[in-house]
């Protein structure tokens, strides 16, 4: 628990591995022609901000409503994990 350099070291493999898969995904969108970038660094940022907006509502949708409904349901803590994560 908490920051530690033996913490941080054993689970440094996956921001590589979340790198990885995002770059493929990237190379793929790029390849099948669905990759675009707006066309002016002002809609760039828009489009940056409404995303971290979205994530953020997203995120606390799934915290603050499905995953205390699992709880609040009876569901052990572990499972209710999986099921709000699989949703």
Do not use: K
Request: proline fraction near 5%; hydrophobic fraction near 60%.
């Amino acid at each position: 628990m908490g920051w530690t350099t033996r913490n941080l070291l054993r689970s440094a493999w996956i921001v590589g591995a979340a790198a990885l898969v995002a770059g493929i995904a990237i190379a793929c969108a790029a390849r099948i022609g669905t990759l675009h970038v707006p066309p002016t660094p002002t809609q760039f940022v828009g489009r940056f901000i409404g995303y971290i907006i979205f994530a953020c509502v997203q995120q606390f949708l799934l915290q603050d409503f499905v995953l205390l409904r699992f709880l609040e349901a009876g569901l052990a803590p572990r499972i209710a994990v999986f099921a709000a994560a699989t949703i």
